[in-house]
């Protein structure tokens, strides 16, 4: 839950927080969530049909659960708008290059660290609390995504950047992309995310990784202590509940006569 201390400053002390990735656009579902206690919440843009109206819905109903949007892309008005509803910090999808960090962070400080304008929206209490909004607008968590060949090839460029406060790994994306087979048996697989983990710690960023819900094996997740993970979907979860169900109904009707 919010505190004094900052969110990027409590997932550095972090290990392994759980929080769901959202992608239903009903803030019900959100709401449903945050009474179940997740560590925060993820909102993803990228992938679904969230736009910012509805993620600032998403907030409310949330509130005072941390939220993380994951927005569609690297576009300067978009990280703007995405931080005037008051999200407690961003995952940066697309990102390949160290320029492509420079900007995420420009775009997300406000001047002189960056090049953010600053408007009267939910995150300044809708101006009413501006100064402090100016003043604590540099505490929104930065993450890009590590997802691309390009992105792994220039690996230790792009995390050499000033001003970002972590990464998020793509697992499925990014072994799409190197050719490798996305499973945690797999040596090679293995290898990159160690790689990954090893320099964003080494210069002391967030980690995070995605880890579905039908998952039963996450040991080698949870032993690499990643800060925290993307641990599942709402809609992933909505399916195996009703798979679920809906098997062990139909194995109880073989029975009957």
């Known amino acids: 839950m919010p505190s004094n201390e900052t969110f990027s400053a409590m997932l550095r002390k972090s290990r392994c927080l759980l929080a769901p990735l959202v992608s239903i656009r009903d803030s019900s579902v959100s709401e449903m969530l945050s009474f179940l206690s997740p560590d925060f919440l993820i909102v993803d843009m990228e992938h679904s049909s969230i736009d910012v109206p509805e993620l600032q819905n998403i907030l409310m109903a949330a509130k005072p659960m941390h939220v993380v949007a994951r927005i569609r892309g690297l576009e300067k008005n978009e990280v703007k708008k995405v931080l005037d509803t008051g999200v407690s910090g961003i995952i940066v999808p697309g990102i390949e290059t160290p320029q492509d960090v420079k900007d995420a962070v420009a775009f997300s400080r406000i001047p002189p660290a960056g090049v953010r304008g600053v408007g009267p929206g939910r995150a300044s209490k809708y101006g009413y609390g501006f100064k402090d909004y100016v003043m604590d607008s540099g505490n929104s968590a930065v993450m890009i995504q590590i997802e691309t060949k390009k992105a792994y090839d220039s690996l230790d460029e ?74 599942g979907a709402d809609r992933e979860a909505i399916q195996l509940k009703y798979l679920e169900s809906l098997q062990f109904i139909r194995e109880k009707l073989k029975a009957i006569p």
């Open 158 to 231: 792009i995390l050499d950047v000033p001003g970002i406060d972590g990464c998020f790994i793509g697992p499925v994306d990014l072994s799409t992309a190197l050719q490798i087979e996305f499973s945690w048996n797999n040596s090679t697989f293995v290898e990159a995310i160690d790689r990954i983990v090893a320099a964003a710690r080494k210069r002391n960023l967030i980690t995070g990784i995605y880890s579905p819900l039908a998952n039963r094996a996450p040991e080698p997740i949870l032993s690499r202590g990643f800060n925290y993970l993307m641990y």
